[in-house]
């Protein structure tokens, strides 16, 4: 009897110990995301593609209208100031130059013959053979006749003018870009016949929607890299923001003059224009559920180890949109929950389910 008893007393201390130690070695262990720390300059927080363009552009056109009777340019030529790109019938313009040209030349003659009249009028009056009256006459004849030979040689000008703007010329070096005209087409005074993009500086046109709008300051660093080349890269600036958006896509176009271009840099290419979170300093990127606020940012790191986590305070540059940009407090290598941080507490131990990309 005594036997039995103190055996039935063994084992039901076995069993005791065996089920305290299985309690003991039970831990919840957290899945949880996770992403790698890694630290870049400049880290960049946007980035918008747009078009190399010349800073300036401008329609020709002539300024006269008629026929057009040749064209010695095509589109990618670069262009001189004062070449000459398209010409018009110039046979209306000589005929009309001539006609003024006639009008000056008789307005001239009638001056001189005026003038004549004059001289001898005011000698016959110095011997008293005619009236006050008369020479008063003769000096009113001279006076209209040099009005008369300013009008028309005013008018001579003009034509000449209009003789010479039936040839179109190149204002300032520049290449060309678009033609809308060709020979033996008739065009209007003003009517745009080329586009010439000016030669000198360039800028990148982008499109920025309105919920970025506000980084957008003037002397902001900017970067442009090309599609065709992404190693060049050139500094750039801010030059004009739109005030208002597009009415298609409803966002607003900016202009970015680039710095120093270089012959590389070709008008029509597709580049993308670079914005930086953070200017001049090296900053960590993070998913904004990364973050959390005990009195100070913080976030939760994995020892690599133990698999086990430790809250550690961070300094929080910025918040963009689902990014927060992190400026001290960690280091390239060490690995940070980025989903799951509410339901972990100190030393707890997690699983990585998912790894995000750095």
């Not at 008063?136 to 001579?156: C, E, F, H, I």
């Not at 970025?212 to 600036?237: C, F, I, N, S």
């Not at 009195?295 to 963009?320: E, F, H, M, N, Y």
Request: proline share 4%.
């Amino acid at each position: 009897m005594k036997t039995s008893i103190a055996a039935a007393l063994a084992t039901a201390v076995l069993l005791s110990a065996c089920h305290h130690r299985e309690q003991e070695q039970y831990e919840d262990v957290r899945p949880v995301w996770s992403t790698v720390v890694t630290h870049s300059k400049g880290t960049v927080g946007a980035a918008y593609s747009g078009e190399v363009r010349a800073r300036h552009e401008h329609k020709a056109g002539f300024r006269v209208g008629g026929k057009i009777t040749e064209r010695m340019v095509d589109v990618g030529d670069k262009v001189a100031p004062g070449q000459v790109l398209m010409r018009l019938d110039p046979q209306d313009a000589s005929l009309n130059l001539a006609a003024y040209s006639a009008q000056a030349d008789s307005a001239e003659s009638r001056l001189a013959k005026d003038d004549a009249d004059l001289a001898r009028a005011e000698e016959l009056f110095r011997k008293q053979f005619i009236s006050q009256a008369e020479l008063d006459q003769n000096r009113m004849l001279v006076r209209q006749s040099k009005a008369q030979m300013r009008s028309a040689s005013a008018q001579r000008q003009l034509a000449a003018n209009q003789r010479g703007y039936t040839e179109l010329r190149a204002d300032r070096a520049g290449v060309v870009t678009a033609i809308y005209a060709e020979a033996g087409q008739t065009v209007g005074a003003s009517q745009a016949v080329l586009t010439i993009a000016v030669a000198g500086e360039r800028e990148i046109v982008v499109s920025v929607p309105e919920s970025r709008v506000a980084e957008l300051k003037p002397g902001r660093a900017m970067q442009v890299t090309t599609w065709m080349r992404p190693d060049w890269v050139y500094a750039a600036r801010l030059r004009e923001l739109a005030p208002d958006t597009d009415s298609v896509t409803r966002t607003y176009i900016a202009r970015a003059t680039i710095l120093e271009p270089d012959d590389n840099l070709r008008l029509g290419m597709t580049a993308t224009l670079n914005l930086a979170d953070v200017e001049g300093e090296t900053a960590i990127r993070l998913p904004l559920t990364a973050i959390t606020d005990h009195g100070k940012p913080t976030v939760w790191v994995i020892d690599p180890k133990s698999q086990r986590v430790r809250q550690r305070p961070v300094t929080l540059l910025a918040a963009l949109d689902n990014i927060a940009i992190i400026g001290g407090g960690l280091q390239d290598g060490e690995q940070v929950v980025t989903a799951g941080v509410h339901m972990l507490h100190a030393d707890q131990k997690v699983r990585v389910a998912a790894r995000s990309a750095p």
